[in-house]
């Protein structure tokens, strides 16, 4: 009876070796799934100056330079022109940067798998601004103004 006894008790200890392999294998495979991405740089900081807040903004002969000021900030050049109007230079640059990566690990026993990835991008955007000032009754209006941007 002893032969079947240690038989007996090979089998429980195997078939407890087996479920919690499987059972490992699961809770394995299931986090395996999930990825990590971080960012590998931050874009500069935000300005309102885009191409969607320069057409809500300007309006030729409307908008007051205090407006603009308020909603651009200062601008990075100012000049007059030819006619003696007020010319301010706005020029806005920006690179971002970003990476992700995966990775992931499955293991039973004796056999195991691994498997990683990774990526990064980066773009370069680039507005530019002029706005031209003319005076009327001691304010300061928007005249004209034009804009570019780049993105690469």
Not at 65 to 78: L, Y
Not at 94 to 116: D, E, P
């Amino acid at each position: 009876m002893k032969p079947l006894l240690a038989i007996n008790c090979l089998k429980h200890l195997f078939m407890k070796i087996i479920i919690y392999s499987v059972t490992s294998l699961a809770v394995l495979m299931l986090a395996a799934g999930c990825v990590n991405q971080q960012p590998v740089g931050q874009p500069i900081a935000n300005s309102n100056l885009t191409a969607g807040q320069v057409s809500l903004t300007l309006k030729k002969n409307v908008t007051t330079q205090a407006e603009v000021v308020e909603t651009f900030g200062a601008p990075n050049i100012v000049t007059s022109n030819g006619d003696g109007e007020e010319v301010w230079t706005y020029q806005k640059n920006a690179t971002v940067s970003s990476g992700s990566s995966s990775s992931g690990y499955a293991t039973i026993i004796l056999a195991g798998t691994s498997s990683s990835n990774s990526g990064f991008e980066q773009s370069s955007r680039t507005i530019t601004l002029i706005i031209k000032f003319k005076e009327v009754k001691g304010v300061k209006i928007v005249s004209d103004f034009s804009s570019r941007s780049s993105s690469f």
